[in-house]
């Protein structure tokens, strides 16, 4: 390997690695991928890339060698690893902003502290079960960590079924579940000196899992500048440099909760790549390399369609029409709910 010019590596290889890998190649940046998995579709879109377990201290050292700057793809890359990397070479957005995204109950209790309001939640090693609110019913119980599509989670009922419930150990949370009208969210990037944000996105989850997104979200104006107003004021406060994510539930009262922060591009802004001038992929990148920022502007009207399992099959054969874009991320390994690939209508 020969590193001439510079070179911006990638913790994380799965599609949004790979649709940053692709905006960096639009610019001009050489990439470098780590990843522990071999089913990795970045990996063939990079320059160079490492399949390693993420903590293996000879590989992050022949990687920092060989890098520039460091960013990533998801959120869920040891914080360790993170900061083993910083101490090297710049890592953005920072690890210190990831340690308090990782984690549900900092998450929250950040976002409260700023006077964000998030849907009602205790950490469950520090209540008292037996006392716990019956209003609390139903809820959802979520790991502090790691969970991503809904998976960690377990739904209870009533109360009697949460007392009959036994935890492993108590690093949950347990939350009130919310009626919402609609969810959507907010893709923001921030740069040193500018920060811009798409439109809201308005989204739809079957079984906790993002099924499709459309712009423009079905709410007006001032939902639509509110949620934007508390992402800024999210970013800002956390000084973060890149792309990041801000999930809503929109109450049946027509009151915004941030629901999560995706610290990394996101599912819901695929359809950015069709539907508008710029990408938040790009954008992402422009951030993080100190690159102008690209104002978003709405081309078109678009819904995108997530692909899961076995349903990649019929789209690898199907007739695509002259406004679908159809993306197969190429993955070898066909599961069940495993994101395979997405298509977006453009109007
Ligand atoms: N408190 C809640 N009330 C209602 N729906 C919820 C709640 N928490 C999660 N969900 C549903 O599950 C989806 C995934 O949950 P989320 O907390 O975003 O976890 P993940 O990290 O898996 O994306 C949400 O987008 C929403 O549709
Ligand atoms: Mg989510």
Known sequence: MNKKTFTLGIFGGGQLGKFLVQSAKKLNIRTFVFTDSIDSPAIYHCDDFIISNYKNKKKLDFFIKNIDLATFEFENIPFETLDYIKKKIRVSPDPSIIKILQDRLKEKTFLNSIGIKTTEFYYLKKVNKKKINNNIFPALVKTLRLGYDGKGQIFLKDKKNFLKYSFKNNEYIIEKLVNFKKEISIVITRGKNKTVSFDAFENLHKHQILKNSKIPANINKK?????????????????YIGTMCVEFFITKKNKLLVNEIAPRVHNSGHLTMNA?????FENHIRAICNLKLKKPKRIHKAIMHNILGQDIEKYRSKEIA??????????????HKRKMGHITKIF
Request: hydrophobic share 30%.
């Open 223 to 239: 939902l639509n500048d509110e949620a934007k107003k508390i992402s800024k004021k999210i970013i800002d406060k956390l000084n």
């Open 276 to 280: 508008h001038n710029v990408s938040q």
């Open 322 to 335: 002259k406004n679908e874009f159809f993306y197969d991320y190429g993955k070898k390994e066909i599961k």
